[in-house]
């Protein structure tokens, strides 16, 4: 099992550019999510799917957007990167919520 | 508000050392507790899931503790290596919530 997997690596954008920050788990794993993680904020739960088609707003959902279609993958799009989205991106996975979680290895986004 | 905090922020031990990383949390309302480590530039790997109804979980050298009432767990690390060398963070995932409260993570360097 390749286990979380994310890409790309770093991915450098000027304030306006979108993007797409790609995520898959091949654990047949319901749950997935997404956490950006920043200097003395700790990491913050972005966006969270329960399964195919269900997606819900985490804790800092603005300017970011998600759709679950299928098991595997779960996307997260930047519509117009601004640079407060400059952070470490990282993806989640677990049988559920109540289980334990698997994170990639993230992307980290600089934003100009 | 869940609050969850880790003390020291940093620790610097010899090799062979045993110590203990601490982490506090303000509700104890809590489904479950997990250890990670988080090497530099990497992503978060699993260590220990401890669920609010266990007094402990054991894993190698590592074994984690959960005293709910109090609200802090420690990871106990035996006979420290300098490939433990890593950031440790702890997590707790509340009954109501799907998402999961990091602390900042102590950062531990074992010394050859």
């Known amino acids: 099992n390749a286990g979380v997997t994310q890409t790309p690596k770093f991915q450098v954008l000027k304030t306006g550019q979108s993007m797409t920050l790609q995520c898959a788990q091949d654990?047949?794993?319901?749950?997935m999510s997404w956490y950006r993680q920043d200097p003395g904020m700790g990491l913050r739960l972005i966006h969270y799917?329960?399964?195919?088609?269900?997606?819900d707003q985490g804790e800092v959902p603005n300017g970011y957007n998600v759709s679950r279609s299928t098991t595997e993958d779960f996307p997260l799009r930047l519509l117009s990167a601004a640079p407060s989205q400059t952070s470490v991106y990282f993806c989640?996975?677990?049988?559920?919520?109540?289980?334990?979680?698997?994170f990639g290895p993230g992307t980290r986004l600089l934003v100009l | 508000k869940q609050e969850v905090t880790q003390i020291p922020a940093a620790l610097s031990v010899p090799e062979g050392e045993n110590l203990v990383l601490n982490c506090s949390f303000t509700?104890?309302?809590?489904?479950?507790l997990q250890w990670f480590r988080q090497d530099p530039g990497k992503g978060l790997t699993s260590l220990l899931l401890?669920?609010?109804?266990?007094r402990e979980q054991t894993s190698g050298r590592l074994n984690a503790s959960l005293d709910k009432s109090s609200g802090r767990s420690t990871l106990y690390i035996a006979a420290s290596q300098p490939g433990d060398s890593a950031t440790y963070l702890c997590?707790?995932?509340?009954?109501?919530?799907?998402?999961?409260?990091f602390g900042s993570g102590t950062r531990l360097l074992v010394r050859p």
């Open positions: 989640a996975s677990s049988y559920s919520q109540f289980e334990t979680q698997y």
């Open positions: 654990m047949n794993h319901e749950y």
């Open positions: 799917s329960v399964g195919a088609g269900i997606t």
């Open positions: 509700d104890s309302a809590i489904y479950n």
């Open positions: 401890i669920q609010s109804s266990q």
């Open positions: 997590a707790v995932k509340m009954d109501s919530s799907y998402k999961l409260i």
